[in-house]
């Protein structure tokens, strides 16, 4: 290592292999930030600086001991390698390799198994070189510093001249650059233009020392300053006399010297600032720093660097600097080696760190207003470059270099704490325990870095969504982000979370409420713009619902141990609802196929004929296209994509019943029902025998109901439509209606096993599964339609044959045979259309109706209808053959159910055969039973009900109105007045 010292074609490997390293980190791509201290004179190059830096270093450490300097020549440097005067000099002490680094374990800086003197480039070792002595310090920094061994020596052989013309004298009390200027000539110099730009440098740095970053202010009026901005302007052009008694010279020593003495008092101080200025002094100081870091690896700081360490610290007398500065100073250098060698060494972070936890201390000490500056500007540095990487942390950290990240936060968080907390004055006139810098900074970047990664998902998104455009089925672009806000939010959870949370206990939740509310801002727009279910809506409003609840139970999980259990957290997060925007397009779904089933059937019935040819079965097909809609329709619904088949069954159930219920009632609608056919009571009158039935149903005053019963009936009109045979068609329909209800009931409940949301309790009970009003429209149409052809047959369509002829003149020429003949051809035409299973309701109605209008011949048959006791026998015999009919010798009705709607004829018939003058006291008996007291003077008339009874007053006077004898005639008279004819 000797050879470090001898000319500059000798340089050893570290010199040659710096220039390698140097050049590889700058090719990288890798530059330093710049600097925070500010910018010097613009014509200070680097290497002016490193130079002069070097100068003052050789001379701190060669007057450090007080004893006088002595300069060896590198020739004899093997010779005297071990006398006294070597080693009383700090940088001539020789350093081991194998001294472990006190200050690099306090760093947290891994040792390498080596000296940095023998690593070479990218970590291999380079050659040893041959060396009888062991490598000095001072050797260690001129070989860091790149600086030749003629360079080293001439400064030595100045320093050694100066120190003998000024015996006693400190090296503070001395300007360095102008006592060198004073010590060589051109002849010291390879050549006159080496000469001339030493000499340029020296100016330089006494220009920017003195009049550009001066210690003290200086007055425009300062009449050194400008001589010495004259003398140095024209020194850079033409070199400079420096022999000792030369004019310029004195010129020069007098206006430095004047402007390095000056002190805030006003008298001469006993040491010169000329290197000691901001930000000269701290840029000088930067380059003594970096030197302590490996020529052959930038990125490793040196192992034997405590003892270059402890000599760079003996320059602060100079540069005016303490521990404070150096600490801020040595964090800035960790920081930006780091940076400037493309971030590959985490332990220089890691070093930075820890030195600016120092730093942090210091500011906390100390309220200097020029320490406070430097301070703000290096921490606004290092915050401004962590924050470029932390505010979008995605972008900046992955698998290969998630390790640096907790330091990167670390540095930025230690950086904002000093900003705010000791710096700002703001943040002073608050209470401190206000504000939690850490972990509002940890929220910023949580909160940007997510919403930066939300739109870049986003716009990945839109693009996976443009080159799957022509694939089948593609996604929607909200559906393929919920999937890939779902993975980033796990990432963050599983990746940056653990770290971030050293600094914010609830950093997951934090970046999940950030990424629900970017996805609900996109979302919201999306439910607003879209009118109707389509299965791209469902796929979103589907994924969001997902991602929800994905979000949700990690920002729960995070937020568990917080006192508030995480509820600050999820009122961050507003619900997306999304299970309520399908709810509601749904509805809106159902709503718009209603309607169209609405319509359907508007339109279909306008074109019903009912004809009952239509089919074989005798349904119309209007009835069997209903039922095939109502199938389709909960089809279409099951094949929804949705989550809630279940909750908004009830919804599409309620509406198709309603649906069947609006086809039943308007296919009723017109068909009349059994009061439509009865025909009013007339007047009571006496019976004329021989008369003529004439005008029976016409009254000048018609009632309500006859008036009504006329608008409800088609038939009226003569409407083929609601013809027997079309009615029956539609009795046969709403049979066939509420038989397919069972079948579609059940086929709705294995739909909804197969539907991916359905759960046991859903079908553990049956509400909004059924029909509920479809089955008694059904059974209350069949009944009205039922009763209605049986009254329109017997008291509309046989009309001619029952009151035209029944009865009228002589009972026994005037019977029953022609209208059963008619009525058995009725019965047989229904049988042939009507289902099975309505058959026996109807004939049983059609016999019910017959009964009815049996009695009211027999009771309300007008004046030309009269009866004597011995007519009983033919209208006894005549009742009797109407029942034949339906019972059809066992093929027709029931036994029973014959006996139970002829109960009432059977009741009145008896009182035919009763002589006129029992029916006449029986009258007078019911009569007073029924109004008492007021009916003794005289009977009044009793109303006509219309329910016949053999106990009922106005049944008996009716059987006395129609007796064809003189007695029934003088009582009706006398008590009423009724008179023959009406």
């Known amino acids: 290592m000797a050879s470090l010292f001898r000319d500059r074609s000798s340089l050893s490997k570290r010199d040659s292999l710096s220039t390698t390293a140097s050049s590889r ?23 002016d600086l490193r130079d002069t830096a070097y100068e003052i270093f050789v001379a701190a450490c060669r007057t450090s001991t007080g004893k006088p300097l002595t300069y060896i020549p590198a020739s004899n440097s093997d010779r005297l390698s071990n006398s006294p005067s070597m080693s009383s000099s700090p940088s001539q002490r020789s350093i081991t390799s194998t001294a472990a680094s006190k200050m690099k374990k306090a760093l947290g800086l891994r040792s390498s198994s080596g000296s940095g003197l023998s690593t070479g480039s990218a970590g291999s070792p380079s050659p040893p070189v041959k060396s009888k002595r062991p490598l000095t310090v001072g050797e260690l920094m001129r070989a860091q510093m790149r600086v030749t061994e003629n360079n080293d020596s001439r400064i030595r052989r100045a320093l050694l001249r100066i120190a003998a013309g000024q015996v006693g004298k400190r090296l503070e009390s001395m300007v360095l650059p102008l006592e060198l200027l004073q010590q060589f000539k051109s002849s010291d110099f390879p050549s006159q233009e080496e000469y001339h730009s030493w000499q340029r440098r020296n100016l330089k740095i006494l220009e920017a020392g003195l009049l550009l970053h001066p210690y003290l202010p200086i007055e425009k009026s300062n009449a050194a300053s400008q001589r010495l901005r004259q003398l140095i302007h024209g020194a850079l052009d033409k070199p400079l006399e420096t022999g000792r008694n030369n004019e310029s010279m004195q010129i020069l020593r007098n206006a430095v010297m004047s402007l390095a003495s000056r002190s805030s008092e006003g008298s001469l101080a006993e040491s010169c600032h000329w290197a000691d200025g901001f930000p000269l002094n701290l840029r ?36 005016g600097l303490n521990q404070m500065l150096h600490n801020l100073c040595f964090s800035w250098v960790l920081f930006n080696r780091y940076v400037s060698t493309g971030q590959v060494e985490n332990d220089l972070l890691y ?12 500011a906390k000490a100390t309220k200097d207003p020029t320490y406070s500056k430097i301070l703000s500007s290096i921490l606004s540095s290092i915050l401004g470059w962590a924050e470029k990487r932390l505010l979008a942390y995605h972008d900046t950290f992955d698998a290969g270099n998630i390790s640096s990240m907790q330091s990167i936060v670390s540095l930025g968080v230690s950086a904002a704490k000093v900003l705010v907390e000791d710096i700002s004055n703001e943040y002073r006139r608050r209470r401190k325990t206000e504000v939690d810098v850490a972990r509002n900074r940890i929220d910023t970047y949580i909160r940007s ?8 998902r986003m716009e990945q998104a839109d693009s996976s969504r443009r080159a799957s455009r022509n694939q089948p089925n593609p996604l929607p672009v909200l559906a393929i982000l919920a999937k890939d806000v779902g993975e980033l939010a796990i990432k963050e959870k599983d990746v940056f979370s653990p770290i971030l949370k050293m600094w914010h206990p609830f950093a997951a939740g934090v970046a999940v409420a950030t990424l629900h509310v970017c996805y609900g801002n996109e979302l919201k727009q999306f439910i607003s713009s879209i009118t109707e279910l389509t299965p791209d809506a469902v796929q979103v409003l589907r994924a969001a619902d997902k991602l929800e609840k994905d979000l949700v139970l990690i920002a729960v999980e995070d937020s568990v141990d917080s006192e508030d259990g995480g509820k600050a957290i999820i009122r961050e997060m507003p619900p997306y609802e999304a299970d309520t925007a399908i709810a509601n397009m749904v509805k809106i779904w159902i709503k718009t196929r209603l309607d169209k089933v609405k319509d359907w059937i508007d339109r279909n019935l306008q074109q019903e004929v009912w004809n009952p040819r239509a089919n074989q079965e005798g349904f119309a097909p209007s009835g069997v296209e209903v039922l095939r ?52 009571m007339p007047a009571l009158t006496r019976c004329e025998a021989g008369t003529k039935f004439q005008n029976v149903w016409k009254k000048k005053d018609k009632p309500v109901h006859s008036q009504r019963r006329s608008s409800q009936s088609a038939v009226a009109n003569g409407d083929t439509s609601f013809g027997v045979p079309q009615i029956c068609v539609r009795i046969n329909t709403f049979q066939r209606i509420r038989a397919e209800l069972e079948v579609l009931e059940k086929r709705i409940i294995t739909l909804l096993r197969n539907s991916e949301s359905a759960h046991v309790e859903d079908f553990s009970n049956g509400l909004g599964k059924k029909f509920e009003l479809t089955p008694a429209a059904c059974l209350e149409g069949v009944k009205q339609l039922s009763e209605a052809v049986a009254y329109k047959i017997i008291f509309h369509d046989l009309s001619h044959v029952l009151w035209d002829r029944l009865y009228v003149g002589e009972p026994s020429s005037s019977r029953i045979e022609f209208f059963l003949q008619e009525l058995e051809q009725n019965l047989t035409t229904i049988a042939d259309i009507v289902h099975e299973r309505v058959r026996t309701r109807i004939v049983a109605d059609i016999m019910k109706a017959a009964f009815d209008g049996f009695l009211l011949v027999l009771l309300a048959g007008g004046p030309s209808r009269a009866f004597s006791r011995q007519d009983s026998q033919i209208i006894e015999d005549d009742f009797e053959a109407l029942k034949e009919l339906f019972w059809a010798n066992g093929d027709g009705l029931p036994t029973d159910v014959i006996n139970k709607f002829s109960a009432t004829v059977r009741d009145v018939l008896p009182l035919y055969r009763t002589d006129t003058e029992s029916l006449v006291e029986r009258f007078r008996q019911l009569t007073l039973e029924t109004y008492g007291s007021s009916a003794k003077s005289r009977l009044p008339l009793p109303p006509t009900s219309g329910q016949w009874n053999p106990t009922e007053p106005n049944t008996l006077l009716r059987v006395l109105c129609y007796r064809n004898d003189e007695v029934a005639s003088r009582f009706l008279k006398k008590t ?5 004819k009406i």
Request: glycine fraction near 4%; proline fraction near 8%.
């Open 25 to 47: 980190f700058s090719g990288a791509g890798a530059a330093s930030l710049p600097s925070p201290f500010g910018d010097l004179s613009p014509s200070l190059s680097s290497t």
């Open 284 to 319: 000088l100081y930067e380059i003594l720093l970096e030197a302590c870091f490996d020529a052959n690896d930038e990125t490793s700081i040196l192992e034997e660097v405590d003892e270059p360490m402890e000599l760079i610290k003996k320059t602060w007398p100079i540069l």
């Open 351 to 362: 070093a930075a760190d820890s030195q600016l936890a120092e730093v942090a201390k210091d």
């Open 449 to 456: 870095s997510l919403r930066t990664a939300f739109a870049q």
């Open 629 to 680: 809609i109502i199938d389709e329709t909960l089809d279409a619904f099951f094949q929804l994509p949705i989550p809630s088949h279940p909750a908004l069954l009830p919804d599409i159930m309620s509406g198709l019943d309603r649906c069947l219920q609006y086809y039943i009632t308007k296919a009723k609608s017109g068909c009349g029902s059994r009061n439509t056919y009865i025909p009013t």
């Open 976 to 980: 009423y007045n009724l008179p023959k």
